[in-house]
């Protein structure tokens, strides 16, 4: 660990973001907010620099001043930037996107898509429109090697770690592997739950499935006791329980 006046604390959350870091990579950390997510990977040796972006003045300039606070002014550089704007190709091995929006992250994605083609691995932690940037990854050619899932304070968050151009792993994306799911029903499930997830039953995305189909079972039935409710609402629902099942199968 980098000697320092004191250490870092991150939530569960940012630890299991910086937890995908690939060590010796030097990040760049897009609305990077604070910049502590920066700072803990410099401190403990995981990362040798770091580049903290933001597109707005105010967290970037309290991430300025929580980098001299923890005495890494010569580490971790800051920069106001929309998406990697602000950032040279080939300056960063690793990506870093938290706490924001999927569509959001889609645009910064898509727009700084040279640049981050060149970087090894791109770590993702969508606060919504989570299927969105599957697919996205998917449909540029990316593959899912490793995805995580805390709760904290009740809610769930899904983090992904992928790669481009290297051969998909099992049930991580690109192609199928002898005795995998090819249909197109699994893949949107796929997309919307975490190939990597489900490959590895993982514990809190199974208590996440579980709570979404008991709430989901619950609005069916009041749907069905209220005759003002649409059939298409019904439908919808319905769809959402098959999607539930078919995910929650691989628990068994």
């Not at 997510?37 to 972006?53: D, E, K």
């Not at 049930?171 to 490959?199: M, N």
């Not at 039935?221 to 691989?250: F, K, P, V």
């Amino acid at each position: 660990m980098r000697e320092g006046n004191k250490d870092v604390k991150l939530s569960r959350r940012l630890r299991a973001v910086a937890g995908m870091v690939t060590e010796g990579n030097t990040v760049c950390d897009v609305g990077c907010d604070h910049g502590f997510v920066s700072i803990y990977l410099v401190q403990r040796g995981i990362s040798p620099r770091a580049i903290a972006m933001d597109v707005n003045e105010g967290p970037l300039r309290a991430a300025g001043e929580h980098v001299r606070e923890y005495g890494l002014e010569g580490y971790i550089e800051t920069r106001l930037s929309d998406g990697v704007a602000a950032l040279s190709a080939g300056e960063a091995d690793t990506l870093v996107c938290a706490g924001m929006g999927g569509r959001l992250m889609r645009r910064i994605m898509e727009e700084g898509k040279e640049k981050i083609r060149q970087m090894r691995e791109a770590i993702l932690q969508p606060q919504s429109e989570i299927r969105m940037v599957r697919e996205y990854l998917r449909e540029e050619g990316y593959s899912i090697v490793d995805e995580n899932m805390v709760l904290e304070e009740g809610k769930y968050y899904p983090i992904i770690k992928a790669v481009k151009a290297i051969k998909a792993l099992p049930g991580a994306g690109g192609k199928k592997q002898s005795g995998e799911r090819e249909d197109a029903g699994w893949q949107q499930i796929e997309d919307k739950y975490g190939p990597v997830l489900l490959k590895k039953k993982d514990r809190v995305l199974e208590d996440y499935l579980r709570r979404e189909y008991s709430l989901c079972m619950q609005i069916m039935e009041n749907l069905r006791g209220n005759g003002r409710e649409t059939q298409e609402r019904q439908t919808e629902i319905a769809d959402r329980i098959r999607g539930i099942e078919a995910a929650l199968s691989c628990y068994q």
